[in-house]
């Protein structure tokens, strides 16, 4: 074969949006299924484990993402940027991925000891450097699955994870089931990680045969700019995932285990909304913004219809989620966790706001501006460090809590505000429906809820509840907004349908 592949994102709006589509589809597909089942194996998991495994799970990741190095040079975004792939560029960003990953690898080792003297037990120590040991692992394959996603290729990945998810679980539950939970929620991390490298080598053999007849090199001056443009945009990511991990270590030092236990399940549970849409956000977005970077009527165009999107599928569930809480959680988990009922009740206002900040994220990103996301994340990361442990130490997960929405919201008003220089967004007649249709669904159901009063079986309860938040979330917004609603709505049904088309 020649000594380039070429990576064509197409002269037409059409294709491109035709492949974002078709990876956003099997992204979200995955994505439900991983949610759907990794919910059912939790309420198993919830009812055999204490908040205390939970807390000290919590606790090791903190310490993992704070030692791994690889997400923090953000090489795929770096390697997306170019529209051509051969040896030098793939073997550049593998030699690249492979020393991180070992590098990272040392330094959890090399730390371990401090933090076993600084109090952290050995289970903490135990989770952040298996999962270390993993990373380096999964480093080895890394190049490939960039590869696959800067074309938007995400069905591979996607069907491999469908399928090893459900297996990864079976260690977890055989723990579990003998009293020996310490490590099963860390046995199913690993055991998904081992299948899903091995499944993916398998498709590597098969499917990307081309790039091994690549002859792979390391060249120090591409190995430089990547890491030019990845560090600013990896920074940014580490930063951002320090926002939503410095939360558990604060709590998890001053309150104990237990106590982030609880935390750590109702932040779990109010992400629902949130991990639907950040599979595609964090992944399909980043690569179409890239390729359409040039294009600013068209980047416009996607990217308000990827936060009309956003709103109007985070918003109904999360209030589904806010209603039905107190049932919800006593019906699922038992009463010895409703605990968790008002602290998830607050950072449900996360999980409808956080997406929307991905979301410009991926736009800073895939524009070239990757250091937008530094500044607004440090800006984040301060107001959580210093709220956090103020409100943690006067209230505890609660006051946590609180402090997470204020540095959430904070951090998506200063990144408008900086997105203005790039282009303008109709944000009024983006959010105006969903903020109206949500507080239209809210007075409703006050008025159902006195009507009907809470005398219901659990299971009725839920059931209704959620229903009535969906239907209703829907029905308003297609009557605040309708012309709005219904173009939208109909745009992206065309796209599904012509793409559907054009692979028979």
């Known amino acids: 074969m020649a000594g380039d592949i070429t990576m064509s994102p197409g002269d037409q ?75 030098e560029t793939v073997g550049t960003l593998f030699t690249l991925d492979v020393l991180l990953g070992l590098s990272g690898l040392l330094l959890t080792l090399a730390a371990a000891p401090l933090l076993l003297y600084w109090g952290y037990s ?18 080895f394959l890394a190049v490939f699955g960039v590869v696959l996603e800067s074309n938007l290729h995400f069905k591979p990945g996607s069907l491999i994870s469908s399928v090893v998810m459900p297996i990864s679980y079976l260690p977890a539950f055989l723990l579990a089931l003998r009293h020996e939970g310490q490590y099963s929620l860390l ?33 120090s001056s591409l190995a430089v700019n990547y890491i030019k443009f990845g560090a600013t ?31 750590d399940r109702a932040y779990r549970l109010a992400q629902w909304p949130a991990l639907l849409l950040n599979a595609v956000i964090g992944r399909a977005a980043v690569f179409t913004y890239s390729q359409l970077r040039d294009d600013r009527q068209r980047l ?20 589904a989620l806010f209603l039905s809480a107190p049932d919800l959680v006593a019906l699922l988990f038992g009463a010895q966790w409703l605990p968790v009922v008002p602290i998830l009740r607050i950072l449900l206002i996360v999980s409808v706001a956080r997406p929307l900040w991905e979301n410009l994220g991926a736009l800073f990103i895939g524009t070239g501006r990757p250091r937008r996301i530094i500044e607004v994340s440090l800006l984040q990361l301060a107001v959580l460090a210093v709220a956090g442990l103020l409100l943690a130490q006067a209230a505890g997960a609660l006051g946590m809590a609180f402090a997470v929405v204020l540095a959430t919201l904070i951090g998506l008003l200063v990144a408008y505000a900086m997105l203005r220089r790039l282009f303008s967004l109709p944000l009024r007649d983006t959010f105006l429906g969903p903020i109206l249709a949500a507080s239209l669904t809210l007075a409703l159901y006050w008025v159902l809820v006195r009507m009907v009063g809470s005398t219901l079986p659990l299971w009725l309860a839920v059931t209704w509840k959620i229903a009535y938040a969906l239907t209703a979330f829907v029905l308003f917004s297609a009557l605040v907004q309708p012309v709005q609603f219904r173009s939208r709505l109909a745009y992206v049904l065309r796209l599904v349908r012509k793409q559907g088309a054009s692979e028979l």
């Open 13 to 87: 709006e059409t294709p491109i949006a035709f492949r974002a589509v078709r990876g956003g589809i099997w992204l979200l597909g995955s994505s439900y299924w991983s949610l759907a089942f990794g919910f059912v194996a939790n309420i198993f998991l919830m009812r055999l484990l204490s908040p205390q495994i939970y807390g000290e799970f919590a606790l090791g990741m903190f310490f993992y993402s704070l030692f791994h190095l690889r997400g923090k040079l953000g090489l795929n975004f770096a390697f997306a940027q170019q529209k051509a792939i051969n040896g």
């Open 122 to 139: 050995q289970a903490v120590l135990v989770i952040a450097v298996v999962m270390a040991v993993l990373a380096f692992l999964e480093s």
């Open 187 to 219: 046995a199913q991390a690993a055991t998904f990680s081992l299948l899903s490298q091995l499944v993916g080598l398998i498709y590597i053999v098969y499917a990307l045969r081309p790039l091994f007849r690549l002859r792979w090199r390391y060249r």
């Open 233 to 263: 945009t990896g920074i940014g990511n580490f930063i951002a995932g320090q926002v939503t991990q410095i939360d558990n270590f604060i709590l998890g030092t001053l309150a104990g285990t237990t106590v982030l236990g609880h935390y």
């Open 300 to 319: 416009q165009r996607s990217s308000t219809m990827m936060l009309w999107i956003t709103a109007n599928v985070a918003t109904p569930v999360a209030l």
